[in-house]
């Protein structure tokens, strides 16, 4: 199967969805920001808002979900250059690729990666970390999405969903007002 997508890299199918026009409208406000945090319990609805938002919306972009094993920055990397390939055609083939002599400065290789994914996404799309929580306990990961999260261009935005608020490393982008929070209280259905 060569032209198989990875689920770790397909947005979630929806069956019978509800439109919730009142989030969506929150969700294009929110935009403003480049990074937003969608946050609440388990089964709270982020991940079907936020895809359901893309389908009503035609919005371009990524979904990537994340899991344990994306702790090892080598692997978050190899998928999130096989998921800007999916959608970037036309472009330069291969993203870059996390060698061992980038490790002293992985800071460094994350900055010019983003630059690059950003740069293929174009202006008004969307990237996707769902399930954030998942590797967000390795403090080398976390790291690495707040130097992306440094490189979000005007027009782009990073969309984190997690079942936890935003780690610490992401206080700056709060008090700057680059990051807005969608949090359990708006998630809640209303009358």
Known sequence: MPNATLAKLTRPRLYGAIPRTR???LLDQRRQ???LWVTGPPGAGKTSLVASYITEREIPGIWYQVDA???????FFFYLGKAIEKVSKGKQATMPVLAPEHLPDLNGFARRFFRELFDRLGEGALVVLDN????????????VIEVGAEEIPDGINLICLSRT??????????????LATIEWRDLRLTL
Do not use: I, K, M
């Not at 094993?69 to 692997?75: M, Q």
């Not at 590797?135 to 080398?140: E, I, L, M, V």
């Not at 780690?167 to 700056?172: D, H, L, S, T, Y």
């Open 69 to 75: 094993g994306d702790a090892d920055p080598a692997t």
């Open 23 to 25: 989030l969506f409208q």
């Open 165 to 178: 608020e935003p780690p610490p490393v992401f206080a700056r982008h709060a008090s700057t007002g680059r």
């Open 132 to 143: 954030f929580q998942e590797a967000a306990a390795d403090s080398t990961w976390t790291q």
């Open 33 to 35: 920001h480049p990074l």
